[in-house]
């Protein structure tokens, strides 16, 4: 019997770390950066106007005000992109736009608001300090410098600082190809007519969107029934080009146990954890294959998958944090639990709220409270009840 954290560690061993490949900036969304970005350039690369307006040394227009305006010649014009680029001479303004380069002996820019807009002369009605509105070379970032570190989580602000470096390709840990097989002879998929005695099959969706919301590749394979020939060849056929294969029922005691019965012997240990839901499970490596088998009861499946398989694939991924995010809470109902196992309820903690709600009872079945929680009531082993009121642990799931 494993603690469930104990297990955790036994599913997090089992998956090694997934190769690094360079991919486009376009495909490295929420993927995690695997050596440091060094700046080619420099943020800005040169001085720049901030504003639209006008560039000028500060001392020429230090007496203009709005009763008492200083007008200058414009003697150029210098859109974004102007590489050729006049010094200002004494007693002049260039006309410049944002992001277009400061002409060497300008100290400042004039917005156009505070000026007549005038392309021969320019009327200027307030005087600026020196240094307004200009964006100085490397004062964001600096040539050489790392600009975004190995174990960096790569979400939109980092892939654009990305290719503002000009960098157009990054090193990550490719995504994780997923196999997820559920088994059962009751299952009919969602859609079809629902003939007496079955159920539609849900937990190959939950997994495979669980896989892909944290960035990795989901194949569902067609499910299979209670047979171990056909489980086999299902698996055969994809497993080559996999990093994990999941699969959901047949590992508890009944008979007719599909995963267990094929699987066993095969380098696969069926184990129980010291949890509920999802005492049953299984690990290990079919010919190189790392496997994990999850209890087929959707929430059972559902919470074996966000407390087991979830901090594997992310720290395969290289992802610094693997956990959830956790707070405590006053339980708004008194709750009991088994004495010798964690135990997880479904609950709603909303922002703000002193309580969390448990929604629903304890039972593995129940997928419609799950969908309705947005947490996890943790209650320890040893820990039977938790009265009304008591602070609990919990796991937030979103
Ligand atoms: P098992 O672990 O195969 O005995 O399944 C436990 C319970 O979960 C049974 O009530 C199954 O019908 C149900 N179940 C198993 N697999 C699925 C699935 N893929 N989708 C929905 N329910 C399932
Ligand atoms: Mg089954």
Partial sequence: ????????????????????????????????????????VSLPPFDNSAMDGYAVRAADVAAASAEHPVT????????AGRVDVRPLA?????????????????????????????????RIDAAVRQGLHIRRLGEDVAEGTVVLPAGTVLHPPQLGLAAAVGVGDLPVR???RVLVLSTGSELVAPGEPLPPGHIYE????????A???IGGEATVLR????????????????????????????????????????????GVDFVRVAMQPGGPQGLGRMDGLPVVTLPGNPVSAALSFELFVRPALLGALGHPVVDRPRARAKAAATMTSPANRVQYRRGRHDEGMVEVVPVGGPGSHLLASFAASNCLIEIPEGVVEILAGAEVDLILLD
């Fill in 223 to 266: 499910f299979v029934p209670d047979d171990v020939e056909r489980f086999r060849a299902a698996i055969a056929e994809h497993a080559a080009d996999a990093d994990l294969l999941v699969t959901s029922g047949g590992v508890s005691a009944g008979a007719y146990e599909v995963v267990k019965d094929a699987l066993t012997g095969h």
């Fill in 211 to 213: 896989v892909e919301e």
């Fill in 202 to 209: 849900s937990n190959s969706v939950l997994l495979a969107a």
């Fill in 174 to 176: 490719r995504p994780p």
């Fill in 72 to 79: 200058l010649p414009v003697a150029d014009d210098i859109p």
């Fill in 1 to 40: 019997m494993f603690t469930a954290q104990e297990y955790r560690a036994e599913v997090a061993a089992l998956v090694p770390p997934l190769p690094v490949v360079s991919r486009p900036l376009a495909r490295c969304l929420g993927l995690v950066l695997a050596e440091d970005v060094t700046a080619g």
């Fill in 90 to 122: 004494p007693g002049t303004a260039h006309r410049i736009m944002t992001g277009a380069p400061l002409p060497p002996g300008a100290d400042a820019i004039v917005q156009v608001e505070l000026t007549d807009g005038g392309t021969e002369n320019v």
